[in-house]
Each structure stands twice: as C-alpha cells, then as structure tokens.
C-alpha cells in the first residue's frame, strides 16, 4: 500500500497504537472517530475521502511536511448565551489526522477539494512507480546438446 511504511515493525507498532488509541476514544461514548478516512490507489493517483461533517471549510488546513499529509479541522461550538446544554456527542474543538505518505506519491502536487462534508485528497502517483510492462530480449542463444 502506498500509504503505509513496509517495516513490519513499524506497520504493527502502528496498527496497535491505532487499535488503543480507538479504544480509548470509543470509550468517551462518540461511537468513533472523529475524522474517519477511506483511501483509494487509483491508476494514477491516491484517493483519500474524510468526512468532516458540520465543519466550516474556512477550518480546514492540508499540509505536507517531509511526506506527512496533515488534515486538521476545527467544529466551533454554536451555542447563544441563553442556550443551556442538554447532551453533548459531537466532539468540538481542533482534530488532526496524519497519513504517512511513501515515496511513490508526489506530495508536491497534492490537490483538496470540500464538498457536502466530504474532504476529498489526491495525490499523484510518481511516473517512477507506475507498474510498467517490461520487455523481454531474446538472446541468439544456442540449445546445447548431450
């Protein structure tokens, strides 16, 4: 996957951390994250889709930094002085998410694009790590006999 380091250290101490770190925010009784990510390999690009509903799009802040994609997000809280606060499940404040980008993607030209609550990435492919048909010599190579 092009999202991911191939360590395999690094990939279960990530995939663990992730599990704990679901754990503890399910708990706070959400139900999950607060900004779930779908991500798509596509011929030449990577598709990432967060939802981020009820965000205002002047929020929303994408960054690349030495092949880390950071998406961060901020829900305003919207209640009037007389308001007075029954229950509370949706989570306000600032929320950040990080995608680890290998070096096949080309974090330079990054396009985002926000619509209907929907945050949608993509990131190019590299022309170098776009799968290639590789063509076959045939050598003047003589059979040798026994």
């Known amino acids: 996957m092009l999202l991911t380091s191939i360590d ?3 990939q279960e101490f990530e995939r663990q951390f992730d599990r704990l770190a679901r754990r503890a925010w399910n708990n706070t009784g959400d139900g999950g994250s607060v900004m779930p990510l779908d991500g798509v390999r596509r011929k030449d690009d990577v598709l990432l889709r967060f939802d981020l509903p009820g965000i205002d799009p002047d929020s929303i802040e994408v ?5 880390v994609l950071s998406v961060t997000a901020r829900r305003e809280e919207e209640l009037s002085e007389d308001d007075r606060l029954l229950v509370r499940e949706r989570p306000m404040g600032t929320f950040t ?3 680890y980008l290998s070096e096949h993607l080309d ?3 990054v396009d985002a694009a926000y619509h209907n609550g929907v945050l949608q ?3 190019p492919v590299l022309e170098k790590a776009k799968p290639r048909k ?3 010599r045939r050598g003047d190579t003589k059979a040798i006999r026994a």
């Not at 960054?63 to 092949?67: K, S």
């Open 8 to 10: 395999p250290f690094v």
């Open 134 to 136: 590789v063509e076959i």
């Open 97 to 99: 998410r990080r995608v």
């Open 121 to 123: 990435i993509r990131i």
């Open 63 to 67: 960054a690349v930094d030495r092949g």
């Open 107 to 109: 974090g330079e030209r």
